[in-house]
């Protein structure tokens, strides 16, 4: 079965440089979400989109922002990159009118290293 | 905010034996769910809860949704050496659909 698409798998940036992550949610998903894991960390909530509307915010820096389009692919855009912002970075997607809306599936990350 | 309790944070058994760990929470949740995630991998998705009470099996592993909406347990049986990982809980109360996740347990397995 498909599963959540990610890109890049890993990106290495200097300080202070941008960011663009691409996910593409599994076919006929159409709720993507984005979540930041630093090391040893549990994942943490950043931003969710439906139906290319930002659903829900969590704990997203300000240098950060993102959108779902009309294929409801979505991208993390990330300015003025910080060393902190080192972490991985998931995307899932879930069906939204299906009622399974809860039960996300998490695609395989982007390793962001700023060095 | 809300957290997740999870425990324990690390077990190292003996292949062949069963394992149980759980998660609570001050906060009442709508769904459970269960993830194992291999370094550096994204969290897959092992067993999904929706109601208080609900027993769900899948293969070696049962997870429970706890009848006071608040906590949930996953057990796995006879365990093997590729259940090494790090097991999540993680919740949605429906103030929005993120999920809240616990902070994980560290499954070693000696064969």
């Known amino acids: 079965a498909a599963g959540v698409i990610q890109s890049p798998r890993h990106l290495i940036k200097e300080k202070r440089e941008t960011a663009t992550l691409k996910c593409y949610p599994i076919p006929r998903h159409d709720t993507v979400y984005w979540y930041q894991q630093g090391p040893g960390q549990d994942p943490q909530f950043l931003i969710s989109?439906?139906?290319?509307?930002?659903?829900d915010k969590g704990s997203i820096p300000d240098r950060f922002s993102a959108q779902q389009f009309s294929d409801y692919h979505s991208e993390l855009n990330m300015s003025s990159l910080e060393l902190g912002d080192s972490a991985l970075y998931f995307c899932?997607?879930?069906?939204?009118?299906?009622?399974?809306?809860?039960?996300?599936?998490f695609g395989p990350g982007t390793r962001l290293t700023v060095l | 905010g809300q957290q997740l309790n999870q425990s324990p944070q690390s077990m190292f058994i003996q292949e062949g034996e069963d394992v149980s760990m759980n998660c609570t929470s001050s906060?009442?949740?709508?769904?459970w769910l269960w993830y194992k995630q291999d370094p550096g991998e994204g969290p897959v998705l092992l067993i999904a809860?929706?109601?208080?009470?609900e027993l769900t099996s899948n293969g070696r592993l049962t997870a429970q949704f706890g009848i006071t909406r608040k906590d949930s347990f996953l057990n796995i049986s006879a365990s093997i050496p590729s259940d090494v990982g790090i097991y999540f809980c993680a919740g949605n109360n429906n103030a929005g659909n993120m999920l809240t996740f616990g902070g994980g347990t560290r499954l070693m397995v000696k064969p």
């Open positions: 989109f439906y139906e290319k509307m930002q659903s």
């Open positions: 809860l929706y109601k208080a009470g």
């Open positions: 906060s009442i949740f709508n769904t």
């Open positions: 899932a997607s879930s069906a939204g009118e299906r009622g399974d809306a809860d039960t996300q599936y």
